[in-house]
């Protein structure tokens, strides 16, 4: 006679057997789907208050408005290496899918270039659409004695190591790099100054509203994010060519104050390009049609983002052509590059 055990194993194997074929063919179902109408996922490779997060609430927004019945896209941290654990498990297929979207910045770019996301060239991912630009900015706590950029460079000029700036990235990061522009701009070897790291431009200004570190050499849109939450954080300038419109307009640029460095931060997605062409052209239609429609201006100023929208062809020019430049500059800071 049957023991109750073996009659539940048998029960349960009767039931996969019904469920498995179901299961195949929904699955096939699903492959054939537009993604950009099915439920997904949107990688932070960062901690939480940084532009990456920015770039995903704004994608998540931006696509509800043209495609409303899909669930809204879901947020997904995943630190290391500003970008770089994610970038991996992306190109060596431990993370990825129709359903995976990626956020990235010139940031990502940079390091690309210097090979500092894994020995992987920039085709070993789709590029799938930039939402936006912002702009680099050089912030200080609400009570430092810095009123203006020309003070702080002056710190600078009279000893590098006075100044603790804090940002994201380490040595070579984008921060990092806007940091060694300001020192050399003071006239001072770069590799004097003193840089803290952080994993992302939140916990970066939370060091600085603790007044652990004197400046924050990061991006307008996270800056002002934190403002608007009640940081105690003052910009002294921000590096865009000309003066900005919105909540940066009483900001001056570098500029204005003696001070030629201008760095935008373009803010963007990409996906595995281990998926399908079909669902690189869904993606790639779902958000060109989110950045065109009507309403998108408004909500991209909302995440503090200025215009800059590319998709397709025009993007992978674009990453390739800043790939380029961006290796120039580190050759001419004495950075290392790992070539793929």
């Given amino acids: 006679m049957p023991t109750p055990s073996a009659t539940r194993r048998h029960a349960l194997r009767a039931l996969a057997a019904l469920l498995l074929p179901a299961a195949a063919a929904r699955s096939v179902a699903s492959a054939g789907a537009d993604p950009s109408e099915a439920a997904a996922d949107c990688v932070i490779p960062a901690k939480a208050g940084g532009g990456f997060a920015l770039t995903c609430a704004l994608a998540r927004d931006a696509l509800q408005v043209v495609r409303p019945a899909r669930p809204p896209l879901a947020q ?37 270039a210097q090979g500092r996301f894994g020995p992987h060239p920039p085709s070993a991912v789709r ?5 936006g630009t912002d702009y680099g900015v050089i912030a200080v706590h609400r009570d ?6 020309q003070d702080l460079v002056a710190a600078l000029r009279q000893e590098p190591s006075r ?8 040595v070579g990061s984008q921060d990092w790099v806007k940091a060694a522009l300001l020192v050399r701009a003071a006239g001072r070897d770069h590799k004097a100054m003193r840089f803290v790291s952080f994993e992302g431009g939140g916990d970066a200004l939370g060091a600085l509203q603790g007044k652990h570190v004197d400046a924050f050499p990061g991006d307008a849109a996270e800056a002002l994010h934190a403002i608007a939450g009640g940081a105690a954080v003052r910009l002294l300038a921000v590096l865009s060519e000309t003066r900005l419109s919105g909540a940066l307009t009483g900001v001056p640029t570098a500029r204005e104050q003696g001070v030629d460095i201008v760095w935008p931060t373009v803010r963007g997605l990409y996906l595995s390009a281990n998926v399908p062409d079909a669902a690189v052209r869904a993606w790639t239609a779902a958000f060109a049609e989110a950045t065109a429609a009507p309403g998108y201006a408004a ?36 950075l290392r590059r790992w070539r793929p």
């Fill in 76 to 112: 997904r941290y995943l630190p290391g290496g500003i970008g770089a654990v994610a970038f991996d498990r992306v190109a060596t297929g431990r993370l990825g899918g129709p359903g995976t979207l990626v956020a990235f910045s010139s940031g990502s770019l940079l390091n690309l």
């Fill in 127 to 131: 590029w799938i659409a930039t939402l």
């Fill in 144 to 149: 430092s004695p810095y009123q203006r950029l």
């Fill in 163 to 170: 100044i603790a700036f804090g940002a994201g990235g380490t």
């Fill in 299 to 334: 909500l991209r100023e909302r995440h503090g983002l200025y215009p800059f929208a590319l998709t397709g062809a025009a993007l992978d020019d674009y990453v390739r052509a800043r790939i380029k430049t961006y290796q120039a500059l580190a050759d001419e800071l004495g």
